[in-house]
Every structure is written in structure tokens, then in C-alpha cells.
């Protein structure tokens, strides 16, 4: 079975949300009210980095955790709180849900999705793993339960690679979904034999190569970081390539002043908290006469924001739900991929990879 010639679903991208503009004395007010609402829901917010900047500080604020997915998914499991308000997309909170079924996880929209998920429809993904039962399936975290109930190893951009190097040296033979430019680049880094479904980051998809070169020669000095869902002609020019937290420390770590970042802008505010004297450029999105769709912001993180958040506190709508046969499924995989987190000490901070 060919992926290729699979009739997928075309992805409605939707506008980036605009929300209204609040004075600051109101945005200190309505934070100060979520802050309270949590705490009387015993609730804790789990933010991704690519959410508004205000959520991100909120959560951090409020005892909260703002980190890449891999660490989005280890920290519900470790709260107390019976509460878990993931501000990100949907299958974020999905993944917690599924780690944590005895907890009430919460979205501010669960109409936030994301690309790569829209692109694996279940029932299509599952025909092409039957079709090639002789494969063991690794998919990425941005994909649905269900999709997840029907693989061997989940995955996120932090742990990718070590984990198809472990699978390819017991000599396995992977089938790998969704994500084709992340799949490409652990193929190519670990030699693994892989089948690729085609899906792709609409917004990381958008980073050209030839802009970028240009970027590069006015910022000669600038190190280049790139998020591994980009194009492999983005990638070849990326002095880091790792996911959002490994790309945060890069920013601190490395010597240079200026840096050029290849993923979604959500993620400056991290970077300069860290890093308040570096320079961050963004990376083009657009080429000469091109439009872009996302312009480096990714619509569906988008659709988070204090005042949907406050909307969900009051009203308790939005709440994540799974069919428990496909969660007992589901989680086999994840853990899986913990437990090798744990093991190898990957993303785990005080053994410095974090
Ligand atoms: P990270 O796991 O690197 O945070 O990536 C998640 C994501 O959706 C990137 O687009
Ligand atoms: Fe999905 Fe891309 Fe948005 Fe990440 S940035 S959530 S991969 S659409």
C-alpha cells in the first residue's frame, strides 16, 4: 500500500485568532481571577511554549508548567491537583487524559488541532499499518488516540531519534506516521528503514531555504535553529536542529549574540526570559511574491487565551474525554516512550539533557 496515492483529508487552516486588545490594569485583573479559579478547582495549568506569552507566564506564575510536549505529558501525572487545564492542542490534551484518566482534563478550545493530527484520519492509518504487519509502528505525539491505540511507540520531537537508533540497532523495520520531514530527518541521522506517511507542520512547512540563506548572509554571526518538522533544505542549514526545549537551550547556552529560529514565535518568549541580551530573528516564512498562511504562528495554539481560559474555569465545558478501550491501548505506547525517557535520563533536568 502506498501512502501516496491515500486520499487524505485537505486541512482547513484557520485564521489566526485575533483577541481583543485588554489595558493592563484588566489583563492583571483577569489573571489574578484564573489564578484564584484554579486554586479553588484545584487546577493547575500545563502550557505549551508556543501559546500566548501571557499564558505562558500565568503558568508559571501560577505553579504551573509552560515545556515542549514530552515534558507536557510527564508533568500532569506528577501533580497532586485533580485538575489539569492544558493549554496547547488537542492532542496534548489528550495525552494527558490518557495518562491520567482519574483527572479532569480541561481545553480553553478543543477546536485547537493541529496539522500533522488532521492529516493521519485513524481509520487510513490503520489500513497501511495492516498492510505492513511485518513494520513496527512509531508514531508522533501530534496524532490522535486513536492513531496512538494503533502504534508501538509514541513519540515526540525530543525523543525521536534516540529511540528509532534503538529500534533500527535491534534491526526493526519502522513504519512511521505522521510527520514526513521529522521522519526524513531521523532516517537520515540513524540509517533506519522507514516507510513514511506523508503529513507535514503547515507551519513549519513554511520555512524557505533560499530566504533563509539570505537572512544568513546579513547575520553572518547568527546561529541557526530549526525545528526538525521543517523542510530538509531548512534543516541542512540549522547549526541546532531539536525540539522546543532543546532550541530554549541552545539560545542560553551557545556563545553567539544572534540567533535565527526556525519554529513557531510563540517560543521568544522563553528564549528571552532565559536569554535577555540575545538577539532573536525569525526565520522567513515567505519567499519573494509568496503570501504565507501561518506566518510562523500556529493558528491552533492560537486559539488559546486568558479570556477563553477564564470561559472554561466558569462554565467546566470543554473537557477531555476517550473512549476507555482506546485509552488502555494508547497508553501502552506512551509509557513506553517514558519509560525509555527515564531510562536513557532524556529531557529528565537535573540529569542536565532537559
Ligand atoms: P515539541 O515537542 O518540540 O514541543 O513540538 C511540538 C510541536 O507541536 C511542534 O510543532
Ligand atoms: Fe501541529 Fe505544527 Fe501547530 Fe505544532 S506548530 S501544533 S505541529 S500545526
Redesign the pocket.
Known sequence: MNPQALNLPKIEVPEHPQWPAMSDPEKQALKARIRQKLEEQDAVLVA???TDAELQALAEESGGCV????E?ARFGAAQSAQTLVVC??RFMGETSKILNPEKRVIMPDLGAT?S?DEGCPADQFTAFCDAHPDHTVVVY??TSAEVKARSDWVV???IALPIVNHLAEAGKKILWGPDRHLGSYVQRLTGAEMLMWPGS?V??EEFKAVALERIRRLHPDAAVLV?P?SPENVIEQADVV??????IKAVSEMENREFIVA??GGIFYKMQQMAPDKVLIEAPTAGEGATCVSCAH?PW?GMNALQNLEQVLDSGENEIHIDEAVRIRAVIPIQRMLDFAAQQGIGIKDKGNA
Open positions: 505549551h511554549y508556543y515545556a515542549d510536549s514530552l507536557m496547547g492542542v493541529c500533522l505525539a501530534n515526540t520531537s525530543g507542520c507551519v513549519h525545528h518538522e531539536g525540539s522546543t526545549t532543546a532550541l519554529t513557531d500556529c495554539m
